[in-house]
């Protein structure tokens, strides 16, 4: 879904209904829970990179690659 066509409402909304969708599953034992902070963290940047529009992530991409050639 593309975030940045809704109103930031919807998008607040969507991701509260994601995130409790997900805690529900953890729950029933369909999903197992992230048991380490790495895994968290790593489960943050999946589902933002899923939300980000493409052209972000293109820029973002463009800039690692700038700083990895200064180094």
């Given at each position: 879904?593309?975030?940045?066509?809704?109103?930031?409402?919807?998008?607040?909304?969507?991701?509260?209904?994601?995130?409790?969708?997900?805690?529900?599953?953890?729950?029933?034992?369909?999903?197992?829970?992230?048991?380490?902070?790495?895994?968290?963290?790593?489960?943050?940047?999946?589902?933002?990179?899923?939300?980000?529009?493409?052209?972000?992530?293109?820029?973002?991409?463009?800039?690692?690659?700038?700083?990895?050639?200064r180094?």
């Open positions: 879904m593309n975030y940045a066509s809704v109103d930031p409402l919807s998008a607040k909304e969507a991701r509260i209904q994601t995130a409790a969708n997900e805690a529900y599953r953890v729950l029933e034992g369909q999903e197992s829970a992230p048991t380490n902070p790495r895994e968290r963290l790593l489960d943050i940047l999946r589902n933002a990179t899923r939300e980000a529009p493409l052209h972000a992530l293109a820029l973002a991409f463009i800039f690692g690659v700038m700083a990895a050639r180094r």
